[in-house]
């Protein structure tokens, strides 16, 4: 994975934002072309809305995209361009949790934070609590905080990241073959969800909004009515994206901002 071979705090921080929410498999293609890009806070501090939906494109969760650069703006204004080095300035970074603060902390600085995210949180449901069902991060996160390796937490976390893939992928494998059910650890934490369908949602009907914006720069909405249909979602969506900061408006003319 790239961003372990170069692990410069901006590369980092890049990689955990495009991780939230989102396969390796689908990151890996677009990491390299998205810092190729914008190789540095400093660049994509510089750059427009626009700009940075379209490197995008194919990540899906957009607030993502804006929340990174609305962050980078922040890094070169207030921190001179040098990401902060703790967990209580990260999380005051636009789409920054408490979880991605710590990841960063480890992976960019290799400095020893306990985070949970799901390939550790199936580590440790799998290990540490058999056959219990509804196991909230409270309980887990003070396990994390007892095993993790405090001389190189960067590479155990690492480690646990791909054990916690390996436990995942095991339906497929040998146990699905043998004919028993492989039910994945993550299923017994209190917050497992069942992700809704993509097709038809609110925020397919976003995207698709942003994706016109890309090809038309400047459009109307009755423009948007008859390239996306007469979706009577389809001003509340545009609100959305004009109060989060993806859009202006003027004149009933929309535009990136």
């Known amino acids: 994975m790239p961003w372990r071979e170069k692990r410069s705090p901006y590369r ?3 990689s955990e934002i495009m991780l939230q929410q989102t396969s390796v498999s689908m ?3 677009r990491y390299a072309a998205f810092l190729k890009a914008f190789p540095s806070f400093k660049a994509l501090a510089g750059a427009r809305v626009q700009e940075v939906i379209s490197a995008w494109k194919g990540l899906g969760y957009n607030r993502r995209a804006l929340a990174l650069l609305q962050s980078a703006r922040i890094v070169t204004s207030v921190h001179r361009g040098r990401l902060p080095r703790t967990v209580e300035e990260l999380v005051r970074l636009p789409g920054v949790g408490p979880a991605t603060a710590a990841a960063v ?3 960019a600085f290799n400095v020893p934070v306990a985070f949970i995210e799901t390939n550790v949180r199936r580590v440790f449901l799998h290990f540490f609590f058999p056959g219990e069902d509804k196991v ?3 309980r887990i996160l003070p396990l994390v905080e007892k095993t993790m390796d405090r001389a190189n937490p960067r590479e155990w976390f690492y480690a646990l990241m791909d054990y916690g893939t390996f436990l995942a992928g095991r339906g497929a494998g040998s146990r699905a073959r043998a004919g028993r059910q492989a039910t994945d650890p993550l299923r017994r934490s209190s ?3 069942r992700q809704a369908a993509f097709e038809g949602s609110h925020r397919q009907l976003r995207g698709r909004i ?3 914006m890309l090809e038309k720069k400047r459009a ?3 423009e948007m009515e008859a390239a996306l249909g007469n ?3 389809l001003p509340k969506a545009l609100g959305e994206l004009v109060e989060e900061g993806f859009l202006g408006m003027r004149g009933g003319l929309y535009f990136f901002k």
């Open 12 to 14: 980092v921080f890049v």
């Open 27 to 29: 990151v890996m293609p």
């Open 105 to 107: 902390i480890v992976y």
């Open 136 to 138: 909230p991060d409270a």
């Open 191 to 193: 917050r497992y969800r």
């Open 210 to 212: 942003l994706g016109l």
């Open 220 to 222: 109307r909405l009755p």
């Open 231 to 233: 979706d009577p979602r």
